[in-house]
């Protein structure tokens, strides 16, 4: 049949390290002449997710980014445990409001590390004269960022808010990861 191994290690004035999980089918064997029964690994391992909370931080202080009210309705990413110990982080935006303005990121880059845009969708902008429609990254994958690192530095750009004329082009900051605080996703 097929059975599930779950472990976890525990030392003695230590956390408890995260449930590693492995699946295993056991078949009967008619190889050899005889019969008798083996595990077949043919399954993959569980994967291990966790909620993350997340900060957008200026480029170069431990202060948070005014950008950082584009996280606001989502303030924690998803870390999707890779098989060599590295995250696929997912990281969920909503557009911002500040005043008489409107806008959301409309592109992101991550300094080091491959992005994948999930999702996208429509708003329409207000530059406090007029709107504009745009396309703005709702859900975007930070892919293969080391277990602990602290923060990963990011460029993105949010249109028609009075930031254009302080800071011309796009933005840059550090997107933060409170990894001790995370929770195991359900």
Known sequence: GTVTVKAIAVKANMLASEIAAKIITFTESTSGGGSGSGPVDDSE?????YWVPIELQKEFQYETSMGNVAF????????????????DIEVATNPVKVEKYRSAIVSIDVNGYDVEVLQEESYEAFDGKE????????????KNVPAGTEYVKVTFNVPYTPMDTAVPGDLNAR?????DAKTLAG
């Open 45 to 49: 391992d569980e994967v291990s997710k």
């Open 72 to 87: 606001a309705n989502r303030p924690e990413a998803l870390a999707i445990e890779n098989s060599d110990g590295t995250y």
């Open 131 to 142: 709107s504009h429609p745009i396309t703005y990254v709702a859900k975007f994958r930070i």
């Open 175 to 179: 997107l933060c990861f409170d990894w």
